[in-house]
């Protein structure tokens, strides 16, 4: 294993343990001055079963060779939640993987009839991602939705050819995204966690690995999130948008993950019948549709992989607003 694989596992499994209280774990404290936050290293060997010298060697990042059944215990001494628990069982997998390192994955390709889905969705905003928050594709709706997104130099990263628009890149690298969420930090937590998450799944990932680097030079806030080592799994929620063109919008959102394309994930945004947001919806649409609205110039990226339809990047090379490290937000 790498030196960088190992601290993620230690560092993982020592944030855990800070966030459970003995009294949490129903273990008497009987006023002890503790010296680390959450749980001593004995404590949670003692409730998984295992020596302290065992939980001490999986803390520091040797999970090779751990039966399913410890890091099960493991994970109930934690208290990890379902994404931390499928985030542990990824560590170990990777973990007991061959050492060579993986190439890098190419471009995903989507699909035609995935295209021609997205194309018929017409009363919802939708787009598909990969794990490493590149939008591959998106319906009408969903390109005007995300039209800052779409329209930012920042979320292209370096000028590649075939370079995807990136969330998590325009999230803390460009400063308008503040106006765009309401809910900023909330976003970004999210954003991170499910960065983390990814991570696990693929951790010999180089574009997910740079975009990393990249984004923990550029962002401190994006590197003291990604230092907390949370993760989570994205399945439905509420997202509030306030939009340059439609106003205030709060909608609903289901994922899909393609079981035929790995790593391809299908958010569709709703809004709630008889609501503000349907009314802003409907007029988004109406505008997205209009021959002058700038989100209906699309483009094909991708280079060789094909097949993903985005609006086009901006043509012209206008001087990036962001320089070093930035701090978008407060």
Same mark, same amino acid.
């Given at each position: ?26 273990? *008497? =404290? ?9 749980? /001593?290293?004995?404590? %949670?060997? @003692?409730?998984?079963? %295992? ?9 520091? +990042? ?27 069982? &990824? ?6 993987? *061959? ?16 295209? #021609?889905?997205?194309? +018929? ?9 990969? +794990?490493? =928050?590149? %939008? ?17 130099? !920042?979320?292209?990263?370096?000028? !590649?050819?075939?370079?995807? *628009?990136? @969330?998590? #890149? ?11 969420? *309401? ?15 990814? =991570? ?20 401190? @806030? ?6 907390? $080592? &949370?993760?989570?799994? $994205? ?6 948008? $306030?939009?340059? !063109? ?13 079981? +035929? &394309? ?11 019948? &008889? ?37 086009? /990047?901006? $043509? ?15």
């Amino acid at each position: 294993m790498d030196v960088d694989r190992k601290d993620d596992i230690r560092q993982f499994l020592i944030s855990r343990r800070a966030k459970v209280s003995p009294e949490q774990a129903g273990i *008497p =404290s009987y006023g002890d001055l503790r010296r680390v936050p959450g749980l /001593r290293r004995e404590e %949670v060997a @003692q409730l998984a079963g %295992v020596s302290t010298d065992y939980y001490t060697r999986l803390e520091r +990042g040797s999970l090779r060779g751990v039966s399913d059944s410890v890091l099960e215990a493991v994970a109930s001494a934690l208290q990890l939640d379902e994404a931390e628990r499928a985030h542990l069982m &990824d560590l170990a997998r990777t973990a007991n993987a *061959p050492s060579r390192r993986m190439p890098r994955r190419p471009q995903q390709r989507v699909r035609p009839g995935v295209l #021609r889905l997205l194309e +018929g969705v017409t009363g919802a905003a939708a787009m598909l991602q990969n +794990g490493r =928050s590149d %939008v591959l594709a998106a319906n009408l709706l969903g390109k005007a939705l995300y039209a800052d997104v779409f329209n930012s130099e !920042v979320s292209y990263g370096p000028d !590649v050819p075939g370079r995807l *628009p990136n @969330q998590a #890149r325009y999230l803390f690298l460009d400063r308008g995204a503040g106006d765009l969420y *309401p809910d900023w930090n909330a976003v970004a937590a999210t954003t991170v966690a499910m960065l983390r998450s990814e =991570s696990g799944r693929n951790p010999h990932d180089r574009a997910l690995n740079e975009l990393v680097g990249e984004l923990t030079t550029r962002s401190g @806030q994006f590197a003291a999130l990604w230092a907390g $080592h &949370d993760v989570r799994i $994205h399945t439905t929620g509420t997202k509030r948008f $306030h939009h340059a !063109v439609a106003g205030d919008l709060s909608l609903q959102f289901e994922t899909l993950h393609l079981p +035929g &394309d790995e790593g391809q994930t299908l958010f569709a945004f709703t809004a709630e019948p &008889d609501s503000a947001s349907i009314s802003a919806l409907a007029f988004l649409a109406s505008w997205a549709s209009a021959p002058s609205a700038a989100a209906t110039e699309t483009a094909t990226a991708g280079g060789p992989a094909g097949g993903t339809t985005i609006p086009a /990047r901006p $043509h012209a090379k206008a001087e990036s607003r962001i320089t070093g490290k930035t701090e978008p937000h407060d």
